[in-house]
Nanobody, 125 residues
Framework: VQLQASGGGLVQPGGSLRLSCKVS????????VAWFRQGPGKEREFVAA????????AYSGSAKGRFTISRDSAKTTAYLQMNTLTPEDTAVYYC???????????????????WGQGTLVTVSS
């Protein structure tokens, strides 16, 4: 399984970005997909996830209400729409995938076996 994250960049506070995570063909539909991020000098943290079986979504407290995770109808790409960005959102964002049906928390990064290379988001004026 290969994941390719893209869409990062420099944005002003209050702005928006949409990140994309392309998953290897024929494999995406069998995986839960999540976004994590790691800010400067910080630990990696959960941002959002979408579950394969029922499209259940989960968000961190800081992401809820501002970010939306989704996937396309072909189930090959996941997206993270980020609105009302603040400097605290500055980080490298990673998409990750895990086999469907894992009962452990969808927020738990240790349950994700496959990781993309990360895309940098910088929120600054």
């Amino acid at each position: 399984v290969q994941l390719q994250a893209s869409g990062g960049g420099l944005v002003q506070p209050g702005g928006s970005l949409r990140l994309s995570c392309k998953v290897s063909e024929h494999t995406y539909s069998s995986y839960d997909v999540a976004w994590f991020r790691q800010g400067p000098g910080k630990e990696r943290e959960f941002v959002a996830a979408i579950r394969f079986t029922d499209n259940y979504t989960a968000y961190s407290g800081s992401a809820k209400g501002r970010f939306t995770i989704s996937r396309d109808s072909a189930k090959t790409t996941a997206y993270l729409q980020m609105n009302t960005l603040t400097p605290e959102d500055t980080a490298v964002y990673y998409c990750a995938a895990r086999n469907r049906g894992i009962v452990s928390s969808i927020r738990d990064d240790t349950t994700y076996r496959y990781w993309g290379q990360g895309t940098l988001v910088t929120v600054s004026s």
